[in-house]
């Protein structure tokens, strides 16, 4: 049976790994999706790859919208909002990792940038349009354990590294979570988030050289396939026996452990107001 039938959802970074597999399975449920995807080349080549397995080209829609850029995701809402009345489902998958510090139109870290106030703005404007039974599912990470939030210097420009900043941009993801979850108690929308596990996905190529192709691929035969790792995604996505659960960390389709420092509702109130602030 189709759980999604006539339902309308939107996937970030759905042009490749676990955002393409979501994208597909949201599909497969009877779901009209909208693929948020960055490259209009890559994005174009997904869509493509897609409708040749089968799916309706009528329920399956790509557009452009570069998350480290506030004017490009304004803009991906109003078109949303011009085309549709309502959103059922937003999936925030996309994610960027990078060993060296690079910053966003803004001038934010990237994966500060990226991975948390880009989705924070997406969401913020596109709530307008969901209501009762609506459900968000922000793709976090295991990562968020050994994550802060450094206010005093959120863009790290004192002492980048690359696990200082994509813990503190997943650490983000879950406080987020928690702290709309709460906002949001009252109109029947859910917020929860989800560690998809370790995923052979190109998350960490650099886009431009290849750089990381190879450890990828040799890394590959022990991680978990795009398909694996975007399961508790779909499954928050679409599940009746979470209907009711918000604001909860999940690992495998259960809720799981997450940091003391991801559930400290000051910090998450904290990081909303500071995440508005930059997006005002």
Do not use: W
Not at 121 to 127: C, H, K, R, S
Not at 136 to 150: L, W
């Amino acid at each position: 049976m189709e759980r999604l039938t006539n339902k309308v959802v939107i996937v970030t970074g759905a042009n490749s790994g676990m955002g393409m597999a979501t994208t597909k399975a949201m599909l497969s449920e009877g779901a009209r999706v909208i693929m948020l995807c960055r490259s209009e080349k890559r994005g174009n080549e997904a869509y493509k790859k897609i409708l040749a397995e089968g799916f309706d080209e009528n329920k399956l829609e790509m557009i452009l919208c570069d998350l480290g850029d506030y004017a490009s995701v304004r803009a991906f809402a109003n078109q949303v909002k011009e085309k549709y009345d309502r959103i059922d489902v937003l999936i925030n998958n996309a994610g960027f990792i990078s060993l060296d510090r690079q910053e966003t139109k803004e001038g934010l870290e990237m994966q500060f940038g990226v991975n948390h106030i880009g989705h924070f703005l997406l969401t913020t404007e596109l709530l307008d349009l969901m209501g009762e039974g609506g459900r968000i599912v922000n793709v976090a990470s295991g990562a968020h354990k050994t994550g802060k939030i450094h206010f005093d210097d959120i863009n790290l420009k004192k002492g980048f590294n690359v696990i200082k900043a994509y813990s503190q941009s997943k650490l983000a993801n879950v406080l987020f979570t928690r702290e709309l979850a709460r906002r949001l108690s009252d109109r029947g929308i859910t917020v929860n988030c989800c560690h998809p596990g370790a995923v052979a996905t190109n998350i960490g190529i650099d886009r431009d050289t290849g750089f990381g192709k190879t450890i990828t691929g040799m890394l590959k035969p022990f991680f978990q396939t795009p398909e694996e790792g975007a399961r508790t995604a779909i499954f928050l996505a679409t599940d009746e026996s979470v209907a009711n659960i918000t604001g909860e960390y999940f690992y495998k389709c259960k809720i799981a452990k997450s940091s003391k420092r991801s559930k400290n509702m000051e910090l998450a109130k904290k990081l909303y107001e500071f995440s508005e602030e930059l997006v005002k």
